[in-house]
């Protein structure tokens, strides 16, 4: 049997780049020849992973840094099926299904550039987002053509303070060109 051997994944921005792997040979039923295990662990994860495949020339840095960046686009569709109901669709006519996606991709993205702009929650993900910034309570007041949004006193307010907002539109579009403006108590 061989032994657990720790091997380096070459990405920068990888949180965990020396998992410990252990790699052997076995055979599935129903499947003719051999095929190439690999058991991964302290990768982040609570449980060991598991890697099968039929490439036994590429090195085993490649195979599991392949799979990692597999995962992440699981983990992003993930997201999008849990936060965004992505498995709830409208409607199961085709061009309401597209919209759906569309209209999914278009607000993880949105929460993307917020976590963007947010220091400390760069990496962050939408329901993380949503729960310390957009989820809550707040006062709207419209008067005068302003729509002023007040922000309750809240842990995060600084982090939302230190956004550049003058980059926002001043007028919004949908209510008659209307002046916005945010403050924070």
């Given at each position: 049997?061989?032994?657990?051997?720790?091997?380096?994944?070459?990405?920068?921005?990888?949180?965990?780049?020396?998992?410990?792997?252990?790699?052997?040979?076995?055979?599935?039923?129903?499947?003719?020849?051999?095929?190439?295990q690999a058991v991964m662990r302290?990768?982040?994860?609570?449980?060991?992973?598991?890697?099968?495949?039929?490439?036994?020339?590429?090195?085993?840095?490649?195979?599991?840094?392949?799979?990692?960046?597999?995962?992440?686009?699981?983990?992003?569709?993930?997201?999008?099926?849990?936060?965004?109901?992505?498995?709830?669709?409208?409607?199961?006519?085709?061009?309401?299904?597209?919209?759906?996606?569309?209209?999914?991709?278009?607000?993880?993205?949105?929460?993307?550039?917020?976590?963007?702009?947010?220091?400390?929650?760069?990496?962050?993900?939408?329901?993380?987002?949503?729960?310390?910034?957009?989820?809550?309570?707040?006062?709207?007041?419209?008067?005068?053509?302003?729509?002023?949004?007040?922000?309750?006193?809240?842990?995060?307010?600084?982090?939302?303070?230190?956004?550049?907002?003058?980059?926002?539109?001043?007028?919004?579009?949908?209510?008659?060109?209307?002046?916005?403006?945010?403050?924070?108590?």
């Amino acid at each position: 049997m061989t032994p657990w051997k720790r091997i380096h994944i070459p990405h920068p921005k990888r949180k965990f780049p020396n998992p410990l792997v252990h790699e052997s040979m076995i055979s599935l039923r129903n499947y003719k020849g051999t095929l190439r295990q690999a058991v991964m662990r302290n990768n982040g994860r609570e449980k060991p992973a598991f890697l099968v495949t039929n490439d036994f020339d590429m090195p085993l840095e490649l195979i599991v840094g392949n799979y990692a960046r597999r995962w992440r686009v699981e983990d992003g569709i993930a997201e999008a099926v849990k936060f965004f109901h992505l498995n709830a669709l409208s409607s199961p006519i085709l061009v309401k299904v597209h919209f759906d996606v569309v209209m999914t991709m278009v607000a993880d993205t949105l929460y993307t550039m917020l976590a963007h702009k947010l220091r400390g929650f760069e990496d962050c993900d939408a329901p993380k987002i949503y729960r310390h910034f957009v989820r809550g309570k707040g006062t709207i007041i419209v008067k005068d053509r302003i729509v002023n949004v007040i922000y309750p006193r809240r842990a995060h307010n600084p982090i939302l303070r230190a956004v550049p907002w003058d980059d926002l539109p001043c007028t919004l579009p949908g209510l008659s060109r209307a002046k916005l403006g945010l403050s924070f108590q």
